[in-house]
């Protein structure tokens, strides 16, 4: 069997074909680096040569690198184009924005962080499920999508006032064009303003991040981000925080992502009293329905789409990965007191028995008014609620036998159930 992606709607094929002039204009110009920056630094009232205000150059590196390969290897169409640049220009201007607000308020810098929970399994193994359970909790915030996307000025307190915020619909129009782009999209991972977000969006700042290469296939960016110090991009998300939280009251922060994995070393250098809660399932799984994933996010941006190769991509990034995880946990770097196991099985059947379990294993107090929350949590979020999430495993050009070899270690370890078909 061969991945056949959902056909797009009419009106992005238009799109695509060259049938919006003004779309097709900003969509052809060049991703060049120095151009965008410009561009980013003349939208926010400074000189194009005001290089200053975007901060150190920690970030042109990368960013150099991802525009060339959005320019020569990513193959996209004039929607993947628009959607690349857009978002380019809004992390340029939000990283003026948040160098100037720390200016301005340099005690920002003073907000603790403090005992942040990280949910941190690979993708697909209910991460986003046990972040909107654990955010319920009145003690607890889970940044919304609006909010990292664009985190300048910091939420107004005022609950009516904040819920007014125009920042939640401009975000919410982007985080929502890929699911309008790709039709399916929807049905294997919800977006909006409103809806909690994970951390990539706060390290795309400073372009060191997997939000990058989840929409496009940019294969130098890539080779370069798997060995590049992710030091800087958690450095920004804890600024993030900070600006978040500035005119808040201060509870402790969920957050979650499973592209941690990949950067647990660094993460634990910035955030280091972190807890983590770390879920898991049977790799067969994981890989088919992550592969579907960015291959549907990536058809929204190019015609080219090899799904095959973006699942033996997965297949060694997340077994070095989960390797690197029960090395970290060996060592004692991931202390039992700190860390939470969840299988997978636990979070889709019962959404309140896997809290009950989190928050026992952190010696953490689950109030009877949490429980409740929770209870309305997964009475309002039914797995499908927006259609089924089709993929096959067959497409991955892998054999069952090969991924159960490859993350034998991490089958062992956890004591994983594996499907037993070949």
């Known amino acids: ?20 002039g003004p779309v097709v204009d900003e969509a052809r110009r060049p991703f060049d680096p120095d151009l965008l920056m410009a561009e980013a630094l003349v939208r926010q009232g400074r000189t194009p040569d005001d290089r200053a205000a975007l901060g150190d150059d920690d970030f042109v590196e990368p ?57 941190i399994g690979a993708p ?46 401009l975000a919410g129009a982007e985080l929502v064009m ?31 991040s997997e939000e990058m290469v989840s929409r496009t296939d940019v294969p130098t960016y890539q080779g370069w981000y798997d060995t590049a110090d992710l030091r800087p991009a958690y450095r920004t998300h804890r600024k993030v925080l900070q600006v978040l939280q ?3 009251p201060t509870r402790r922060w969920v957050l979650k992502s499973p592209a941690h994995l990949q950067g647990l070393p660094a993460l634990l250098e910035v955030f280091d009293d972190a807890r983590f809660v770390i ?24 015609d080219r789409v090899d799904f095959a190769a973006i699942g033996h991509y997965h297949l060694e990034l997340y077994g070095r990965s989960l390797d690197n995880l029960i090395d970290l946990i060996d060592s004692g770097r991931l ?39 929770i209870a309305d949590y997964a009475a309002a979020t039914p797995p499908g609620k927006h259609g089924e999430h089709r993929y096959q495993f067959e497409d991955l050009g892998l054999t069952r036998a090969e991924v159960r070899a490859r993350f034998a270690r991490y089958i062992d370890r956890f004591d994983i159930p594996v499907a037993d078909h070949d």
């Open 1 to 20: 069997m061969s991945w056949t992606p959902d056909p797009r709607p009419d009106w992005v094929a238009a799109v695509n074909r060259g049938d919006a």
């Open 178 to 208: 890929p699911q309008t782009v790709a039709s399916g999209m929807l049905a294997i991972h919800e977006y909006s303003g409103r809806m909690f977000k994970e951390c990539l969006s706060a390290m795309s700042f400073e372009f060191r």
């Open 246 to 248: 500035r005119r808040m």
């Open 63 to 119: 960013l150099t690198l991802f525009c060339r390969g959005l320019e020569h290897e990513a193959d996209l169409t004039v929607m993947g184009r628009w959607m690349s640049r857009r978002m380019i220009l809004r992390l340029l201007e939000v990283r003026i924005q948040l160098n100037d607000y720390l200016d301005a308020d340099p005690g920002t810098l003073d907000e603790p962080i403090d005992e942040p929970i990280f949910v």
């Open 335 to 373: 202390p039992p007191d700190r860390t939470a196991q969840v299988p997978h099985r636990l979070v889709s059947t019962d959404k309140l028995v896997a809290a009950r379990s989190v928050y026992e294993q952190l010696g953490m107090n689950l109030a009877p008014e949490t429980e409740a929350a």
């Open 124 to 169: 697909r193994t209910g991460t986003t499920v046990i972040h909107g359970v654990l955010a319920q909790d009145q003690a607890h915030r889970a940044p919304e999508g609006w909010e990292l996307l664009r985190p300048v000025p910091p939420p107004h307190p005022e609950p009516d006032i904040r819920a007014a915020d125009p920042r939640i619909a």
């Open 279 to 302: 879920t898991h399932r049977d790799p067969t799984a994981i890989l088919p329905s992550v592969t579907s994933l960015i291959a549907t996010m990536r058809w929204a941006h190019s």
